[in-house]
């Protein structure tokens, strides 16, 4: 044999005995896999060796044997829960048996069986292995058979659950700044996933449970200049009283001053005679002249009208509704015809109602001058602003004198015998007038509309005379009195008067 030969051989004897030394090591592998991890593994249908559930070894059990002992243990103690909730200074105590019974074991151990029993051989015999050595306790809650627990939580909820108080306007008017926005209040519910979290928790362990309602607060999302910029002067208005009497001044503006700071809200009526109450001096308000009958007397709140009137056009002006405005029995130099409003107690008053979709504000002042009122709230829309405009019609001719016997003897100091006069007042012509709205948007009116049609009637003069006989040789002195027929009227007469009405009242008269 050729030595060739002799290497050939000896290799190919090699081979054969490294193959044979492969295959003896993986049958040996496979039988200390198989013995190995067949005393490590469990069925897939049955818990691993050192499994516990609630302290109970479930080792072995399939999940319907194990789902069976372990409910039984929950439904036999489950009269010995006890679960307290509490809130604040409020307190809900709830025992097993207030609970309907159920049995929600049965996801859990679902979940508990996949231990061991998912993914690939190795993590399957390295969880296994785990298991074994350190064991698995698991914990199922009391709650999976406590049932009804949401309509409880439910039931708690009503008394806690707040809706939040959105920040309110604060009109301040006597500020620099008038307007301004308080803090507000969030608004207050459970929170249900927090607490059911809380009660699954602490039932884990225990029977008994005590927890705090967790609570969230949910503030209100708002643009404050937004809200602030929504407000804004939809009209002002004043009046004159610069030749009154400190009385009357007072009066007019501590009327007008009840309504300062005074907030109306939307479809809220006010009447003037409930804001201003009585005019009394216990209220503050002094003797000053008043219109009664026709005539001017002294009278407790003289000049009251004069703060009703400023604020009544104030009002028109930013297109308030009015529900009751009355005129005077003679004209106010203050304001031109059919834009009075007389007030007095018990049978006149100056009604309004906000119809606007927000609240109004007004703000009232005063100086030595004249008195001031002011509106605020939404704008107008489109730039809108509004005028008014007095309409003279014509003249109520007035009947002259009255005379009238003081067989009272009312005017005993003026008049005692027959033919002796004394005059109490001046006729006084009347007049017809209306009053008008006109709505303006780019300088031009889009519509008028009539608010007023007043008749200010003429006022007899009356005189009075007494009612003795003169004793004999009795003469009276000469009489100063002077007798005024009826009034008559012509064009001329009414035109002249329409121009003394324009020139002496303030203006808002057109022709």
């Not at 709650?143 to 939040?164: F, S």
Request: glycine share 8%; charged share 25%; aromatic share 10%.
């Amino acid at each position: 044999m050729s030595k060739g030969l002799k290497t050939k051989t000896k290799a190919k004897h090699s081979g054969f005995y490294w193959g044979i030394g492969i295959a003896i090591f993986a049958v040996a592998l496979l039988l200390f896999c198989q013995f190995f991890f067949v005393d490590n593994l469990s069925p897939n249908d049955t818990f691993l060796k050192g499994t516990t559930i609630n302290g109970i070894d479930v080792s072995g059990m399939t999940k319907q044997q194990a789902e069976n002992v372990v409910s039984y243990s929950l439904l036999s103690s489950r009269s010995d829960v006890k679960l307290t909730l509490t809130y604040q200074d409020l307190k809900w105590t709830f025992t097993g048996n207030d609970f309907e019974v159920i049995n929600e074991v049965e996801p859990v151990l679902t979940n508990v069986l996949k231990i061991g029993h998912e993914g690939n051989f190795i993590k399957r015999y390295k969880d296994a292995n785990e298991i074994k050595k350190n064991g698995l306790a698991v914990q199922v809650s009391y709650k999976t058979v406590l049932g009804g627990l949401e309509d409880k939580i439910e039931m708690i909820a009503l008394a806690i659950d707040k809706h939040g108080e959105k920040p309110q306007v604060i009109f301040d008017p006597n500020a620099e700044k008038m307007f301004t926005l308080s803090e507000g209040k969030n608004a207050i519910c459970v929170d249900r996933g927090k607490l059911y979290s809380l009660i699954d928790e602490a039932l884990q362990n225990e029977k008994e449970a005590v927890i705090e309602i967790p609570i969230l607060e949910i503030p209100f999302e708002i643009d404050e200049d937004e809200i602030l910029n929504a407000i804004t002067l939809r009209s002002s208005f004043s009046t004159n009283y610069s030749s009154s009497s400190d009385a009357r001044k007072n009066n007019v503006s501590r009327a007008l001053n009840s309504f300062n700071g005074k907030v109306i809200m939307p479809g809220e009526q006010v009447s003037f005679n409930n804001v201003t109450g009585a005019r009394t001096a216990e209220n503050g308000y002094k003797q000053a002249n008043i219109i009664l009958n026709g005539a001017y007397v002294k009278g407790s709140g003289g000049g009251v009208c004069q703060a009703s009137t400023t604020l009544y056009n104030a009002l028109i002006l930013a297109d308030i509704e009015i529900l009751e405005a009355n005129h005077h029995s003679l004209p106010a130099s203050y304001v031109p015809l059919s834009f009075d409003a007389m007030v007095s107690e018990g049978y006149s008053d100056l009604v309004f109602i906000n119809n606007l979709t927000a609240p109004i504000y007004i703000k009232t002042y005063y100086d030595n001058d004249n008195v001031y009122a002011e509106i605020y709230g939404q704008p107008f829309e489109n730039g809108e602003t509004i005028k008014t405009r007095a309409e003279f019609i014509k003249v109520l001719p007035h009947q002259g004198d009255k005379i009238i016997q003081d067989t009272k003897g009312e005017y005993a100091d003026k008049v005692i015998y027959k033919g002796e006069y004394y005059r109490v007042k001046y006729p006084r012509e009347g007049y017809e007038s209306k009053g008008y709205i006109q709505y303006i948007v780019n300088g031009e009116v889009v519509e008028e509309k009539e608010i007023r049609h007043d008749y200010y009637w003429p006022q007899e003069g009356i005189i009075v005379e007494g009612v003795e006989e003169l004793g004999e040789g009795m003469t009276l002195p000469e009489n100063d009195v002077k007798f005024i027929p009826p009034q008559k009227i012509t064009t001329t007469t009414t035109e002249t008067v329409r121009a003394k009405i324009e020139k002496e009242r303030p203006s808002a008269y057109n022709p």
